[in-house]
């Protein structure tokens, strides 16, 4: 998977989990930013493993660093 196929799958992901279009680059910060609370994030994570194939850890996502567009950019195309 591509950096930008990645990008459009978060994103796709996101619109999913709000029910709304959020544009987001490598720099976003999903938790900072307050795009994502806790149940959303939840929902988020999920689609992205639905749709991706990649699973992502179960503890606290972002001492993992994956409130970062870029570090789950990173993930999925590895």
Do not use: C, W, Y
């Not at 149940?39 to 990649?54: A, I, N, P, Q, R």
């Not at 850890?57 to 570090?71: H, I, M, Q, T, Y």
């Amino acid at each position: 998977m591509s950096e930008t196929e990645a990008i459009k799958l978060i994103e796709q992901a996101l619109h999913k989990a709000l029910d709304k279009k959020i544009l987001v680059t490598r720099e976003t910060d999903l938790f900072k930013e307050k795009i994502l609370d806790s149940l959303d994030t939840m929902v988020f994570f999920l689609e992205l493993e639905e749709t991706s194939g990649k699973k992502f850890p179960d503890d606290n996502l972002a001492e993992a660093g994956f409130s970062k567009v870029n570090r789950i950019v990173q993930h999925l195309t590895t």
